[in-house]
């Protein structure tokens, strides 16, 4: 019966998640010069760092083409340099803006018993 418990309140947790705001990294916060300092305080990844659990990872939906594409390998890239795991990382097409990337927590946290 606990586990059951556990199991809603965590996929309702992760259905309030899902449906609050998207996160997105602009490009004109990008267009700005970037250090470790300046990457570690945009807005959509400090709030996607604040939810990052153990078992999960983040999703970094980019803009069409070869730009979007090269501007999320970099962002990842900070992401890695920073301390965050490449395997935390999924790289997607398909952001809801042309002139942002999509910042999702994605997955189901890992709970002890």
Same mark, same amino acid.
Do not use: F
């Given at each position: 019966?606990? $586990? ?14 899902? @449906?609050?705001? *998207?996160?997105?990294?602009?490009? @004109?916060?990008?267009?700005? *010069?970037?250090? #470790?300092?300046? =990457?570690?305080?945009? *807005? @959509? /990844? =400090? ?7 153990? !078992?999960?990872? /983040?999703?970094?939906?980019?803009? #069409? !083409?070869?730009? !979007?594409?090269?501007?999320?390998? &970099? /962002?990842?890239?900070?992401? =890695? @340099? ?15 803006? &042309?002139?942002?990337? &999509?910042?999702? =927590?994605? #997955?189901?946290? $890992? $709970?002890? *018993?």
């Amino acid at each position: 019966m606990r $586990v059951a418990i556990l199991l809603c309140a965590l996929l309702c947790a992760s259905a309030a998640w899902a @449906a609050a705001a *998207p996160l997105y990294v602009t490009d @004109a916060q990008w267009a700005q *010069p970037r250090t #470790g300092a300046m =990457v570690s305080h945009l *807005p @959509a /990844l =400090v709030a996607a760092m604040r939810q990052l659990q153990k !078992g999960q990872h /983040l999703q970094l939906l980019y803009p #069409g !083409g070869d730009a !979007g594409s090269l501007w999320a390998h &970099e /962002l990842r890239a900070w992401l =890695v @340099a920073l301390g965050l795991s490449s395997q935390r990382i999924e790289l997607l097409p398909g952001s809801r803006r &042309e002139d942002a990337i &999509e910042v999702r =927590v994605a #997955g189901l946290p $890992v $709970v002890k *018993p």
